[in-house]
């Protein structure tokens, strides 16, 4: 138990569904981080988020739309994605952006089927 | 080209062997860290080192920073079926908040 949450665990939609994933953390933190994780490649960051301001956008598709109403809360809303978007999405987070943004705590991760 | 490469990609060894895996890089770095990931979790943070030539131990495991801080090592001493999982490298360049991973080493350990 590292202290973030994902829901749901496991998720299977088809293209034109839309859906969202859930994260939390109860570690007093300020920063949060969205991961895409494939097969034999490394981890790629998606958004990082800053006492809940967007301060990185890693050139993600619009039909990833993430949202941080609070410092604890995380999500990332899904609409019209493509096959090659099956993945697991991790979310992490760390103490705040910057130098302590080297420590990161992820959650268990979602993983994601588009069929 | 990935910034960061981990040998070997799959490494598989019997209960009771030692075993090292190397993550290299061209680029400077000013922190690197280790994860483990298991199979259906994410990876969780074993070490960070900031210092060229550090060493940092963890019960059997021996974390290496090199003196230029490009490269790091992860030695097993002893390595037990708990061991087994998903060993990631992480890199901070300097100026720069972001981590890059590397694309990991599955280490399998045969009871």
Known sequence: ETGVTQTPRHLVMGMTNKKSLKCEQHLGHNAMYWYKQSAKKPLELMFVYNFKEQTENNSVPSRFSPECPNSSHLFLHLHTLQPEDSALYLCASSVRWGVSSYEQYFGPGTRLTVT | ?111
């Open chain 2, 1 to 111: 080209t990935q910034l960061l490469e981990q040998s070997p990609q799959f490494l598989s060894i019997q209960e009771g062997e030692n075993l090292t895996v190397y993550c290299n890089s061209s680029s400077v770095f000013s922190s690197l860290q280790w994860y483990r990931q298991e199979p259906g979790e994410g990876p969780v943070l074993l070490v960070t080192v900031v210092t060229g030539g550090e060493v940092k131990k963890l019960k059997r495991l021996t974390f290496q920073f090199g003196d230029a801080r490009k490269d790091s090592s992860l030695h097993i001493t002893a390595a037990q079926p708990g061991d087994t999982g998903l060993y990631l490298c992480a890199g901070a360049r300097p100026n720069d908040y972001k981590l890059s991973f590397g694309a990991g080493t599955t280490v399998t350990v045969r009871a």
